[in-house]
């Protein structure tokens, strides 16, 4: 973070000086090794001032040897403040001294007064070496300070200091972080031996912006590519929503065998979070097992993570048990893990826990044990978990917590209260919200407020898509053709069309993607043959097609088979044809699964005998015998 506050304000003028300054120290050589052993010695910041209170009876607050070792243990022990006045009382400070002090500052976050620090050192017609620029240079970046970092550079250039490494990673470093590409590829192309760190670097950058083509460019051209090369390749990928590709890379690190570190497995295990990957995660996890990598609470983290969200809360919930080194974070996890599966009691019980172990809860924290009771129904003890936010723990409600209490009301049938509360928020609502309460009043038959949540959306300019089909569904429930008409022709005029549906499953370690009605898959003959199977048995359970739901003026025969071929039911029947008898079938899609879907999965899970795992936008659906684990609400 960039402090508002200078720490500054003594430095300009140093000219105060301490009593007896011009006194000779005695001993020189020997007592400055003893100052400097003292300091290099301390391990808390209290224990500076008596040591300095030492040198300055012993005449040595003048020697630059001291002054360096002091400026240094200050700023490395938190006390970049008693630095400050150090520095301020030091008689013409050398360049070394003035780098020390814009080391600690940007060590403490002080970009703009280490900045200008440097600036003072150039107005006092001292010349700066390359630890000096480096410093001022990854100030620059960090406050992006475009301007004075070109400023720099000039002076970089003028000192012939433009061809040393350090400094031209750290000058890739500013322009990368300002979104300066073509001055960064500029440094980065000067370089005689572009190496593998100065090309991560540049890789960093390119996805810190987004630019995956131009990262993967600079990624391939790496002859000799290490661990961290590897590891900031798949997290650039994973951070810019291509996990596949990710996961791609991570085998080909395999190949070359390059041994992955702590922060690699943390990449692929959210890889494999996002994809639903349960199978190659399960084989991360044994690969850790095999070359004893720890199970401390960055890793513990993202592997609850990832069985939480591939579908398995039962090993997330092992993991964490066996988790010897857990803090609020690891908490967190499993707590958010419990509300995905609809698993209210666990949660709650999770975050009791949490407290009587000492634990301060976090923002996030509330996030999911607001979330559980939502899943659970828990509106009393939702309110009273929600109100001891800011009364027991001075965290001020945020949008998401808000909108945990409105998707509570809403799914308790408590409408109009959930939209008073709306109302009554400190934050202005957000689609997401307003989305849950139109959701909300489909489920319970309450036209009236949907048409008056539309009407928000639409004049916030926040309607998606999910909007005008929400809405046109609530019509075509209450048997009003005509509005629900008019809804489809208002979303094509808006030029809004549907986000397309896209479900995946994992067999065999491979990811399978299957958009609607999609014909790609090498076995689609086969997969289409057990979708019509099924499709035959589902009418003889009397299953009949919810065609209202398909927004198309086509005939009802087409609606019913536009309905049949919806993502994830050709990413079940995938499953079915590909997995043993009674093997879990689990199913990740980008969207929420529309109701007619979830009345035929539940009716798949019961003739097939199968478990069906599907995630979809909102949660978890474990379907069972013809049972959904979400009451049919989510």
Known sequence: MNHSSSMLSPVAGCSALPPNSGTKPKNTPNRRRHFISLLQNCRHNNEIPPIHAKIIRNHHHQDPFVVFELLRVCSNLNSIGYASKIFSHTQNPNVYLYTALIDGLVLSCYYTDGIH????????????????????????????ALKEGREVHSQVLKLGLSSNRSIRI???ELYGKCGAFEDARRVFDEMPERDVVASTVMINYYFDHGLVHDATSVFSLIRIKDTVCWTAMIDGLVRNGESNRALEVFRNMQREDVMPNEVTIVCVLSACSELGALQLGRWVRSYMDKHRIELNHFVGG?????YSRCGDIDEAQRVFEQMKEKNIITYNSMIMGFALHGKSVEAIELFRGLIKQGFTPSSVTFVGVLNA???????????????SMAKDYGIEPQIEHYGCMVDLLGRLGRLQEAYSFIRMMKVAPDHVMLG???????IHGNLELAERVAKSLVACKNADSGTYILLSNAYSSSGKWK???EVRTNMREEGIEKEPGCSSIEVNNEIHEFLLGDLRHPQKEKIYKKLEELNQILRLEGYTPATEVVLHDIEKSE???ALAIHSERLAICYGLISTKPLTTIRVVKNLRVCNDCHLTIKLISNITRRKIVVRDRNRFHHFENGVCSCGDYW
């Open 117 to 144: 620090l440097y600036y003072q050192m150039i107005n006092s017609s001292l010349v700066p070496d390359s630890y000096a620029l480096t410093s001022v240079l990854k100030a620059c970046g960090c406050h992006l």
């Open 170 to 172: 750290k000058l890739m």
């Open 302 to 306: 993202a592997l609850i993570n990832m």
């Open 373 to 387: 009771c939502s899943h659970g129904g828990l509106a009393e003890l939702g309110f009273e978990i929600f109100h």
């Open 436 to 442: 849950a309460l139109l959701s909300a009043c489909k």
């Open 483 to 485: 509005e629900a008409a």
């Open 559 to 561: 609606k019913e088979w």
